[in-house]
């Protein structure tokens, strides 16, 4: 993706169903667990590269040792950064006590990391403080084991400040009002409610204050715990937890908006962001990894009794269409597919742009997720040029000469890689002309393969801001002295600000936006911007299911065609000689493309929670007022 995009993290968890002597007998090492968790993480960096935590807990501990552990990182490589002091660790007491080489339960008693129960947690830091603090997983610790509360997710709430409120309304003073805190704050005080609650009624049974502490991790009922917890929460969420006991969970979504995907055998649970790591990592097949129906909780006990539970009412379904086609990876079998549908369904836009000349035309993609895309594109270039063959051999009648049919056959779509990402680039200079500069030498071009009478068609996962290409890409492209260079995107327009976990808080920041204003202008339509303005302000008391989206009359002001096109000319100047033009992705062919994930707020402005509506009400307030602050 040529415009940078960020992602609220990906989560993996892994619950040991067996001892660890079983590992260490099966597979060679009691690290089993430790070991599979590091390529999740691995196989996941993808979704974070920002910050990465890890944590486990260790079952069935006597008092006074521990059966927690935590590490996290923000460096430069925060994977491999925590595993390496993890096994520095592990390696230091190996050194230090040769003993515990062979002997798997003074490994657990003694080596920290070591457990039945492993959370890994790999994040972008979107927004706000990117410190070592800010990482998850989170940790709510007490001297109860029950109550100790280990908490990572991929999510974003849109109601953080209304859940914020509630916690003070019962008491509780929240060190901070971010959702992290404040969710783990709720599912703590529901979990300590419910502790409370089994201790008294154990007692009312006649049970000494020992005897209690194994019967409520027993006990314990940890979906009525996030059925409470949850009740009020608006986002877009997959949550893991851990108990200190050795419960486990994770919840997400009624809408389905994060991803979530488990595995269940005689020896392990895992759950993950993605499906394609369960099955690299575990060496299982595409159909022995289940989806999480949106709504539900996969929950284990300590007993390592496991189920599916529903927690809230299923919405609508809504699954991010940017996960299928930018932020998850490419190798899982329908994502791959549904890329190069997306790349297909463009062709016939594309075609018409050349003006069917594909003899002319150059295509190529930009590095490196629009690669998929692309492939598909080409496919339809192929059909295309096929037919077309197919019709001028049989014209021939049979009178073709072997060289004629040759040199018809001979035709083929014209693929080079033009793009090409460079090292990341310092912009070390603040003067604005030095900087732009630079900006500029971000992708590096292939020259002596375009002639002054070609078309460029290249293709992007989708267009953002624009910077990028304007600063960048179409400068590049235009050293190359094409007759026309034409962006085509595998994502409709982006409209709307996002508020469900990517890094889209600011409608002026993006693109289709500003192209929008600018139509208003010319069309001397721009008072429309005062009356949305006044209508936004006047619902900013309503509680979000009352919310309406407003934003979308300036845009049904004009075509997707007439937005497209005004795209065209704010990403290039009058320095571009070359002829632009962008093609957008349709709303339906995406939804062609992608059959399972409908979730297009971005694009449409459809939100598929409440607390969306307020979100872009916020955000165009934001706009019209000139403030700069997030709108959630």
């Not at 649970?269 to 790591?277: D, F, G, M, T, Y």
Request: one cysteine or more.
């Amino acid at each position: 993706m040529s415009d940078a995009l960020k992602h609220e993290c990906g989560i993996a968890l892994i619950r040991l169903l067996k001892p660890l002597d079983y590992y260490k007998k099966k597979y060679g090492s009691a690290f089993y667990g430790v070991n599979k968790m590091y390529l999740m993480m691995e196989k996941q960096h993808n979704r974070g590269q920002d910050g990465a935590g890890f944590a486990s807990i260790k079952l069935d501990t006597a008092p006074g040792e521990r059966y927690i552990s935590r590490v996290r990182s923000i460096a430069q490589q925060p994977i491999q950064d925590i595993f390496a002091q993890i096994n520095e660790r592990i390696n230091k007491e190996l050194t230090e006590h040769p003993e515990y080489a062979d002997d798997v339960d003074l490994q657990k008693k003694n080596i920290p990391y070591i457990g039945e129960l492993l959370l890994g947690h790999v994040r972008y830091g979107t927004y706000g403080k990117n410190s070592v603090e800010s990482v998850h997983p989170f940790l709510r610790q007490n001297n109860w084991m029950h109550r100790n509360l280990i908490l990572a997710g991929n999510f974003n709430m849109t109601n953080v400040n209304e859940l914020f409120e509630g916690l003070v309304k019962i008491g509780q003073h929240p060190k901070e009002k971010a959702d992290t805190v404040t969710i783990m704050e709720k599912i703590g005080h529901f979990l300590d409610d419910a502790v409370a609650k089994k201790y008294k009624q154990l007692k009312n049974e006649g049970y000494s204050k020992n005897e209690c502490s194994p019967l409520i991790a027993e006990r314990l009922n940890v979906a009525k715990i996030l059925k409470r917890s949850s009740k009020d929460w608006d986002g877009g969420y997959t949550m893991a937890g851990l108990l200190g006991h050795g419960d486990s969970f994770v919840l997400r979504d009624p809408s389905g908006i994060r991803p979530a995907y488990y595995y269940q055998d005689d020896e392990i649970v895992v759950v993950a962001s993605e499906r394609p790591v369960i099955q690299t990592v575990f060496n299982v097949e595409f159909d022995d990894v289940h989806e999480l129906p949106p709504g539900h909780a996969i929950i284990t006990k300590k007993s390592g009794d496991t189920a599916i539970k529903k927690i809230l009412e299923p919405f609508e379904r809504k699954a991010c269409s940017f996960e299928r086609i930018y932020f998850s990876r490419g190798s899982d079998a329908e994502i791959y597919q549904e890329r190069k549908k997306l790349g297909k369904l463009l062709m016939p836009k594309v075609l018409e742009a050349i003006d069917f000349d594909t003899k002319n035309s150059v295509f190529s993609y930009i590095p490196n997720t629009a690669e998929t895309s692309f492939f598909g594109m080409i496919e339809t270039v192929e059909d295309h040029l096929n037919k077309k063959k197919t019709k001028a051999i049989l014209e021939g009648n049979g009178g073709l000469s072997a060289e004629k049919v040759t040199q018809i056959l001979s035709e083929r779509p014209r693929i080079e890689k033009i793009a090409i990402k460079d090292v990341k680039l310092r912009t070390f200079i603040t003067e604005d002309s030095s900087r732009d500069d630079l900006v500029a030498h971000v992708y590096d071009v292939t020259y002596g393969v375009i002639k002054p009478t070609d078309n460029l068609v290249i293709i992007d996962d989708s267009i953002v801001r624009g910077t990028t290409l304007k600063k960048s890409i179409i400068k590049m492209m235009d050293r190359l002295h094409p007759k026309k260079i034409i962006v085509v995107s595998s994502a409709p327009q982006i409209r709307y600000p996002d508020c469900y976990g990517i890094d889209m808080a600011r409608l002026e920041d993006l693109i289709a936006f500003r192209a929008m204003l600018e139509l208003l202008k010319e069309n001397n339509k721009y008072h429309l911007i005062d009356d949305v303005y006044k209508k936004c302000v006047a619902q900013a008391h309503l509680e979000d299911k009352e919310v309406q989206n407003f934003v979308k009359e300036l845009y049904s002001q004009f075509t997707a065609e007439q937005i497209s096109d005004k795209i065209s000319e704010l990403i290039s100047d009058s320095s571009v000689k070359a002829e632009v033009k962008t093609i957008f992705q349709t709303i339906e062919n995406l939804h062609l493309a992608c059959p399972k994930n409908l979730g297009d707020w971005y694009f449409t402005g459809n939100y598929p929670t409440a607390g969306g509506n307020r979100v872009v009400n916020k955000a165009f307030i934001n706009f019209y007022e000139g403030n700069s602050a997030r709108a959630y």
